[in-house]
């Protein structure tokens, strides 16, 4: 019941009844946190739970024994529901024997616990405990989401030559090669990952202590070491050659690949809804060298390949408990060949917006340039001296070009019937294409005090 309380209070305080707050799912959310899975409800339901439990689950920090925890339980229990019933993928069973799997790896010690653990959206992850002559150590497997990477035995090829790139670089610096990237396990056979009998792939990290990870920034501050912990890791990675990564997500940012696939989209029309967006879709076809110019640049040498996160949000990145400092970049699943505007661009894309995703009321939705100016000040001071002057020059256009890209795929989702992201309501995907029309908007209203923002942080 304490748990539920505690959502009810979240909800209400922050989501202003955005999210369909549906008090019998959520009843039944919290029982089937406190015991069991019950009898199967219709989908809607779930999906209902789901967008609930995920509401609380975006407000509410990780930490492993606060009420929160259960929040990621719960949010756990239902997402995986859902996906199943979408068919999407299998489920981890609570009663999962993490002993077999975990035999696999050349992990010392006994196992004496294992858990779900973390707030992450795309794995299954999984908190293991040995005792190895005595002393506790913590491990984290994780199952790899293989509806979203098609490719996971590239997708670890990646991750070991990041890390062990990382470590050594790291260590240079005088750093902690054990606490400031990730420690790959590899598996008794030598692979870094365990394939199950039903073709899952698993990997396991060592567990870094001492840390916690923030599902949002709560201080302008923790936006602005977002930025430099992004930062750096793009430093440290600049001369990595980022031509020997794969692509975990082809084409993931290739904005002009997704205009030229949005025009066929239009053409084909196959949900009929053409006729209904003739504005949005001018206001995509209208702003052509947005989703033209990172490749364009690229091709014309004028900045350089980067080895890009992809997924610069605060969620990646483990904090030291005691300073709140950031420490470690994990997630490491999409990192693929990109642009430095690119990871720069996503990260204000969702982190300066004072609005959510699907916010309905558009005046709602602004570019915060406060938080903007806080969070280039620490990526440009995290990448040290390694950006070009022309990297940095172009990172607003990173900010406009990812912040349309996601517009442009809401409102092709939208136009191809909603077959991509979860909607709940029938012009979900539209009101998402609007606000970060807006956002968009608000970025080329604003653009010269961007740009003064950022010759200012760069300088
Ligand atoms: N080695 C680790 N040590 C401590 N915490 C970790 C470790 N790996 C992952 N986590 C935690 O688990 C969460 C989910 O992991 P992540 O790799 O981001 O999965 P997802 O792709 O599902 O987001 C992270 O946000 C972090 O809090
Ligand atoms: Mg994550």
């Known amino acids: 019941m304490t748990a539920f309380a505690f959502e009810k209070k979240v909800i209400s305080r922050t989501y202003d009844g955005r999210r369909l707050l549906c008090e019998g799912a959520a009843t039944r959310c919290t029982g089937l946190a406190a015991g069991g899975m019950g009898d199967p409800l219709p989908i809607d339901t779930y999906l209902d739970i789901f967008y609930y439990a995920d509401g609380c689950r975006q407000l509410c920090r990780r930490d492993q024994f606060g009420p929160s925890c259960a929040h990621g339980h719960i949010y756990r229990m239902v997402s995986e529901m859902v996906s199943e019933a979408c068919g999407k993928r299998k489920v981890i069973k609570s009663e999962m024997n993490y002993e077999k799997i975990t035999k696999k790896f050349d992990i010392p010690g006994e196992l004496k616990k294992a858990a779900p653990f973390g707030n992450g959206h795309i794995n299954d992850t999984v908190l ?23 490719h996971p035995d590239e997708l670890m090829a990646n991750m070991r030559g ?65 930025g430099t912990a992004f930062g750096h890791f793009q430093s ?28 066929k989209v239009v053409e084909e029309d196959k949900a009929g809804r053409v006729g209904e967006c003739r504005e949005e879709i001018e206001f995509i076809l209208s702003r052509k060298d947005l989703a033209y110019f ?36 994990v997630d490491l699943d999409t990192v693929m060949p990109g642009f430095a505007m690119t990871d720069f661009g996503d990260a204000i894309r969702t982190g300066a ?46 900010a406009l ?18 077959v991509y992201y979860k909607t709940t309501y029938p012009k979900h995907n539209l009101v998402r294409t609007h606000t970060q029309m807006k956002l968009v908007q608000e970025m080329e209203e604003n653009a010269d005090k961007i740009r003064e923002i950022i010759a200012k942080a760069a300088f």
């Open 162 to 226: 990041i890390t062990d790139f990382l470590k050594k670089k790291i260590a240079l610096e005088g750093g902690d090669p054990g606490r400031e990237t990730l420690t790959i396990i590899p598996a008794r056979d030598g692979l870094d990952y365990v394939i199950d009998e039903d073709g899952e792939y698993w990997r396991v990290t060592a567990f870094v202590e001492n840390t916690v990870s923030y599902e949002v920034s709560e201080t302008p501050e923790d936006f602005y070491l977002t």
């Open 401 to 418: 070009g990812i912040t349309y890209e996601q517009a442009l795929r809401f409102l092709a989702d939208y136009l191809e019937g909603d």
């Open 353 to 398: 917006s004072t609005a959510m995703e699907d916010e309905p009321d558009v005046s709602k939705v602004k570019c915060d340039l406060h938080l903007y100016e806080e969070f280039a000040k620490g990526f440009i001071k995290g990448c040290g001296d390694k950006l070009t002057e022309k990297e940095i020059e172009t990172l607003p256009m990173g």
């Open 128 to 150: 293991l405990v040995f005792d190895a002559d005595g002393s506790e150590k913590k491990y984290v497997l994780q199952r790899i989401n293989r509806y979203v990477f098609k």
């Open 294 to 329: 990172s490749m364009e640049s690229y091709e014309k040498g004028e900045i350089p390949l980067r080895v890009t996160h992809n997924d610069t949000k605060i969620n990646n990145l483990l904090f030291d408990t005691k300073e709140r400092k950031p420490v470690c970049v």
């Open 236 to 263: 440290l990675l600049s001369d990595y050659p980022a031509d020997t990564l794969y692509e975990t997500i082809p084409g993931f940012h290739n904005t002009r690949a997704r205009f030229i696939n949005f025009l």
